[in-house]
């Protein structure tokens, strides 16, 4: 089975500074595309950014972009989001999933197939 286990939310001030984990097991981890949604108070769940492990290619939201970078270690099967200059408009619940395939970017604007737990991550200004 596909499982997804998020780790790393938490309560920071405006300005701060994030690391998210998201350990994965039941798949073949190069061959999917794995990322991070968030889902803020009232909004729908929306793409925050994405990579195909087995040749970094990566998408990421423009809201995010400069501020957030995704990683992986293809050793640990576990993917990982480090936010910087976190903002109050960050706040919200970030999921991390997984599909099958290379097709990065639609994955990161449609959805995942696959979804772990949501972490939560409070920005206060």
């Known amino acids: 089975d596909v499982q997804l286990q998020a780790s790393g939310g938490g309560s920071v001030q405006a300005g701060g500074s994030l690391r998210l984990s998201c350990a994965t097991s039941?798949?073949?981890?190069?061959?999917?595309?794995v990322g991070w949604f968030r889902q803020a108070p009232g909004k729908e769940r929306e793409g925050v950014s994405c990579?195909?492990?087995?040749?970094?290619?990566?998408y990421t939201a423009d809201s995010v972009e400069g501020r957030f970078t995704i990683s992986t270690d293809n050793a640990k099967n576990t993917v990982y989001l480090t936010m910087n200059s976190l903002q109050p408009e960050d706040t919200g619940v970030y999921f991390c999933?997984?599909?099958?395939?290379?097709?990065?970017?639609?994955?990161?604007?449609?959805?995942?197939?696959?979804w772990g737990n949501g972490t939560l991550v409070t920005v206060s200004s």
């Open positions: 999933g997984a599909a099958e395939g290379s097709v990065v970017a639609s994955y990161c604007i449609v959805g995942l197939d696959y």
């Open positions: 990579i195909f492990p087995s040749d970094g290619y990566t």
């Open positions: 039941g798949f073949t981890f190069e061959r999917y595309t």
